[in-house]
């Protein structure tokens, strides 16, 4: 894999919802965000799917979900962020990020 030497963006969402958030979000991806992360771990499976639903479809495959999974495959999401506990239950999927708390 070759390095471009460009740093990437990459942006973690609030766990609330702010307002104009889904401006924001197009505005970053417009400004050439790689990755925005949706943190959203209270939002049901609706307000999952109406917060993605905003975004832009051009720039769907370039968000990452930390709630209900599933849905990385109806809309082609760039993948998921788990647990470390969870990371075996999730092979398959092209793109998993987990992270370390202390």
Same mark, same amino acid.
């Given at each position: ?45 609706? #307000?999952? $799917?109406?917060?993605?639903?905003? %975004? @832009?479809? +051009? ?8 709630? &209900?999974?599933?849905?990385?495959? #109806?809309? $082609?999401?760039?993948?998921?962020? %788990? @647990?470390? +506990? ?8 092209? &793109? ?7």
């Amino acid at each position: 894999m070759e390095d471009s030497g460009k740093m990437k963006l990459i942006v973690i969402s609030s766990p609330s919802t702010l307002p104009n958030e889904h401006g924001i979000i197009t505005a970053l991806f417009e400004a050439g965000m790689e990755t925005f992360h949706v943190r959203k771990k209270t939002f049901s499976e609706n #307000e999952m $799917r109406e917060f993605i639903e905003i %975004v @832009p479809e +051009t720039y769907r495959n370039r968000l990452v979900i930390h709630s &209900h999974y599933h849905l990385v495959w #109806e809309y $082609r999401l760039k993948g998921i962020h %788990v @647990p470390i +506990t969870e990371i075996k239950k999730h092979e398959g999927i092209k &793109h998993i990020s987990t992270s370390f708390h202390s």
